[in-house]
């Protein structure tokens, strides 16, 4: 028998033969302990992965993607490779997503959610990981460089789904693991955060080809390979930013952040103290004079219904000089013609001509899963689950975003909350916003890695646009991005205080902002193609050389059938 596979081998085309590897692991799991082993492996892949997005940013941990291309290859079933990328995918939205469960510690009652929330949303996203881990394994050839250009492109095209399918949750996609603002992150501009994370993918796994057995020569191909589209990154980012010309508005703007944690903000005898703290810090004379001044998401405990007909307006009226704007966060409620009632969670533009008048509102259109409404909620209701979630009614989402006008000052492009993790949700109706204003309450999360990661994701769709961003939250991180993502004036997590702070200049529009996903799309296209071609030629060459009948039965065996 070994005498006729030396013979078939030597069928197989001399070209092939030239670029054929030995797959980096040459095991299959037969026994308990070598199952154990590949789980293992599997989990401490999703763990290097998620360790090397910031604030942590080991690098070394984007080895982990090549360690699931290599485990996902040589899993003996398809099922068995989507067990192993679904393992993978849950350690890494473990690390990524645990802070979720610090927001059911903030109310008693809800506690005991706490661990439900940060397991079941890592075994829900995982999903993603095993599909394309599943469909890695069932399409990919077992020998061949170009093996990497369908697992990147399968990998690129699952994240993309992870950030549409049900709403998306794109929390930590690949290509946010370069910092903001540095060079690699300004890939950003031209494919979005998606085709930069298809790229990272790409060459982190070509790197990871050398790995393991094989000729020095082949190995040595696949180093220089996978560090030119490194580099590729590093260079190709560095020249957007030497072209960075930051130039600043008259307009200034003013963030508060306050320091109320969650908790307290709910507290009745403390309600007073957070409008007064609110306003004092708005009105204070320890900077230049603000154009606009901006509050968080949520940043009171009572609706703008309540606020605008008590004490509440006329303070925040008394806070503000004539001219000013203010923008802020409030939920707000309306009814339908039959008197049903709607709750909105909106961001409100508040003019000061003599008395406070609402220039504008803006609904938030990608609502947070059992957070702002339940999922199926009529079922939720008379099953009794929303009750026991503690989410009375769910708001309502508005219309697809749209810029805001404000009184004096460039439109702006809001946010609110996570919906700054989406790419593409800033609109060019009326024409190009001058920049984004982003307001989120991340106190739900504490000090924990949530609020720095949000700052990260954010701060992308400023890469994407070239339009700068205003952040405001109520515990931090507050900051002012620039066009080119690069995080400046900032107040950290537990500072109370300000920032006065001169809008900047919008950078020329990027090619993402142009074009969107498109690019993104074409890459993977393109990549996905030329794997398929690949591993189509490498099994026609197997049949060819096993003599056809015994490869038909291999090739269903090895694909899990």
């Not at 013979?7 to 092939?16: N, S, T």
């Not at 068995?80 to 979720?100: E, H, K, L, P, T």
């Not at 993918?201 to 790197?207: D, K, P, Q």
Request: hydrophobic share 45%; with cysteine.
């Amino acid at each position: 028998m070994r005498s006729e596979m030396n013979q078939a081998d030597d069928q197989i085309p001399e070209e092939m033969r030239e670029n054929a590897v030995e797959p980096a692991f040459r095991f299959r799991p037969r026994g308990h302990l070598l199952r154990l082993t590949v789980v293992a492996l599997a989990l401490l892949a999703g763990i290097g992965a998620a360790l090397a997005h910031p604030p942590w940013s080991i690098w070394l941990g984007l080895l982990g993607y090549p360690l699931l291309m290599g485990l996902s290859e040589r899993s003996a079933t398809v099922r068995g490779a989507f067990g192993v990328g679904w393992a993978a995918g849950f350690s890494y939205f473990f690390v990524s997503c645990w802070w979720v469960a610090e927001a059911f510690l903030v109310n008693p009652d809800q506690a005991w959610m706490a661990p439900f929330a940060g397991s079941l949303l890592p075994a829900g996203l995982a999903l993603f990981w095993g599909g394309a881990s599943a469909a890695y394994r069932w399409l990919a050839p077992n020998r061949g460089a170009e093996r990497v250009f369908l697992f990147a492109a399968l990998f690129g095209l699952f994240e993309w789904l992870r950030g549409h399918v049900l709403t998306g949750m794109p929390w930590n996609p690949a290509g946010a693991v370069w910092p903001a603002g540095s060079a690699p992150s300004q890939i950003a501009a031209y494919v979005g955060v998606y085709g930069l994370g298809l790229v990272t993918v790409l060459a982190v796994s070509t790197l990871g080809l050398a790995i393991g057995p094989g000729r020095w020569k082949v190995k040595a191909g696949y180093l220089v390979g996978g560090a030119l589209l490194v580099a590729g990154l590093f260079l190709g980012g560095a020249e957007r930013l030497s072209q960075a010309d930051l130039r600043l508005t008259p307009t200034v703007v003013r963030i508060v952040q306050p320091d109320v944690d969650q908790q307290a903000k709910w507290e009745p005898d403390q309600f007073e103290a957070v409008v007064r703290r609110y306003a004092n810090l708005s009105a204070s004379q320890s900077g230049a004079r603000p154009d606009i001044i901006v509050w968080p998401e949520g940043a009171l405990p009572i609706s703008a219904n309540e606020a605008f007909t008590s004490w509440v307006g006329s303070t925040m009226d008394q806070a503000l000089e004539p001219g000013q704007t203010l923008i802020a966060g409030f939920s707000r409620a309306d009814a339908l013609p039959d008197g049903t009632p709607r709750y909105f969670n909106s961001l409100f533009v508040l003019q000061d001509d003599g008395q406070l008048r609402v220039a504008d509102v803006y609904d938030k259109y990608r609502l947070v899963p059992f957070g702002e409404f339940l999922p199926l909620g009529g079922i939720m209701s008379a099953t009794g689950i929303r009750s026991l979630v503690h989410v009375p009614a769910d708001f309502s989402a508005g219309p697809r975003p749209e810029p805001v006008d404000i009184p004096g000052a460039p439109r702006a492009q809001p946010l609110i909350c996570y919906e700054s993790l989406y790419p593409g949700f800033t609109s060019t109706v009326g024409g190009r916003p001058g920049w984004i204003v982003n307001i989120s309450n991340d106190a739900w999360f504490g000090r924990t890695s949530g609020p720095r990661q949000h700052l990260n994701l954010a701060a992308y769709r400023a890469i994407e646009t070239g339009l700068p961003m205003v952040r405001a939250t109520p515990t931090g991180i507050s900051a002012l991005i620039d066009p080119w993502g690069r995080i400046g004036a900032h107040l950290e997590p537990g500072e109370s205080g300000v920032l006065d702070v001169r809008l900047p200049e919008p950078a020329p529009p990027t090619l993402y902002a142009k074009i969107g996903d498109f690019a993104f799309l074409i890459v993977m296209l393109g990549l996905l193609i030329s794997g398929l071609r690949f591993s189509m030629k490498t099994r026609i060459s197997s049949r060819h050389a096993d003599g056809g009948g015994h490869d038909a039965a291999g090739a269903s065996a090895d694909r899990g059938e």
